[in-house]
T-cell receptor, first 113, second 114 residues
Framework: GQNIDQPTEMTATEGAIVQINCTYQ??????LFWYQQHAGEAPTFLSY??LDGLEEKGRFSSFLSRSKGYSYLLLKELQMKDSASYLC??????????????WGLGTSLAVNP | DGGITQSPKYLFRKEGQNVTLSCEQN?????MYWYRQDPGQGLRLIYY???????QKGDIAEGYSVSREKKESFPLTVTSAQKNPTAFYLC?????????????FGPGTRLTVL
């Protein structure tokens, strides 16, 4: 079956760096997404990885290793507003046109002062 | 401004009543999706549509129905057959083409069935 694993909760301190891991087990691979979701709000797109390596976008970076079925989201210079749930999602390889996503349960990050 | 709108933000219904949730997008996206989110459950796909007049069941379609008569609109009806309808419902859309094809989400509708 298809499966995505993320830690349920994480805590970090304002100004620090935090790494949120995601491992996936799927029958194929066509891309991985990270979304941010604040409580009671809609998810917003953060990053996309399809090739191995690091993608950097300001304070946020995302890394992918396809051979290990592993990704992480790195948040630098943490701010209080970064307290949110971070969702990892993988394209469903069984979907003919790759439009469906398989979602992890999300990692709830609490940033403390 | 382009975006996705969902209305209403909060909705209350009595048990046994059907209710329709609205989703409209002006992003000119081909694909649209409906998700349900429950605490600790993550996003679960209810229905999705790749083009007008076509839609497919997702992982938890039982008790729900949709239509896609216009590109901009993808309403979801929660029927009385849905056993646990109280949840946060999210609508999303994507271009359907392109390298990334990320999904953009509406603000969601929180449905409470009393």
């Amino acid at each position: 079956g298809q499966n995505i694993d993320q830690p349920t909760e994480m805590t970090a301190t304002e100004g620090a760096i935090v790494q949120i891991n995601c491992t996936y087990q799927t029958s194929g691979f066509n891309g991985l997404f990270w979304y941010q979701q604040h409580a009671g709000e809609a998810p917003t797109f953060l990053s996309y990885n399809v090739l191995d390596g690091l993608e950097e976008k300001g304070r946020f970076s995302s890394f992918l290793s396809r051979s290990k079925g592993y990704s992480y989201l790195l948040l630098k210079e943490l701010q209080m507003k970064d307290s949110a749930s971070y969702l990892c999602a993988v394209r469903d390889p069984g979907a003919g046109n790759n439009r469906k996503l398989i979602w992890g349960l999300g990692t709830s990050l609490a940033v403390n002062p | 401004d382009g975006g996705i709108t969902q209305s209403p933000k909060y909705l209350f219904r009595k048990e046994g009543q059907n209710v329709t949730l609205s989703c409209e997008q002006n992003l000119n996206h081909d694909a649209m999706y409906w998700y349900r989110q429950d605490p600790g459950q993550g996003l679960r796909l209810i229905y999705y549509s790749q083009i007008v007049n076509d839609f497919q069941k997702g992982d938890i379609a039982e008790g729900y129905s949709v239509s896609r008569e216009k590109k901009e609109s993808f309403p979801l009806t929660v029927t009385s057959a849905q056993k646990n309808p109280t949840a946060f419902y999210l609508c999303a859309s994507s271009m359907g083409t392109g390298t990334i094809n990320e999904q953009f989400f509406g603000p969601g509708t929180r449905l409470t069935v009393l």
